[in-house]
């Protein structure tokens, strides 16, 4: 199993960016997908889902300005990120949940003028 994160990097506050997570070795249409961030000094916290029929959820801070989705025949998650803020700022993980849990190995995201 591997899940794929990718898309981070530097971006000014207001500007967009967005993540893309790439799965193998799973169905992937069945799996309810998270993606997570971790800042530095502080927990690992969940920022959006999608369950496998598509109903998403998001924490308040990004509701509004981050989009989460999915391309179930591609197999890849997506995370679109906009208007940035500095406290968006950290290493953003895709999960992977139904029996087990899986996770990628992180982009970084870094929110600076």
């Known amino acids: 199993v591997q899940l794929v994160e990718s898309g981070g990097g530097l971006v000014h506050p207001g500007g967009s960016l967005r993540l893309s997570c790439a799965a193998s070795?799973?169905?992937?249409?069945?799996?309810?997908m998270r993606w997570y961030r971790q800042a530095p000094g502080k927990q690992r916290e969940y920022v959006a889902s999608?369950?496998?029929?598509?109903?998403?959820q998001y924490i308040e801070s990004v509701k509004g300005r981050f989009t989460i989705s999915r391309d179930n025949p591609e197999n890849t998650l997506y995370l679109q990120m906009n208007n940035l803020k500095p406290e968006d700022t950290a290493v953003y993980y895709c999960?992977?949940?139904?029996?087990?849990?899986?996770w990628g190995q992180g982009t970084q995201v870094t929110v600076s003028s």
């Open positions: 999960n992977a949940v139904l029996m087990k849990e899986f």
């Open positions: 070795g799973i169905d992937f249409s069945s799996y309810a």
């Open positions: 999608i369950s496998s029929v598509g109903r998403t």
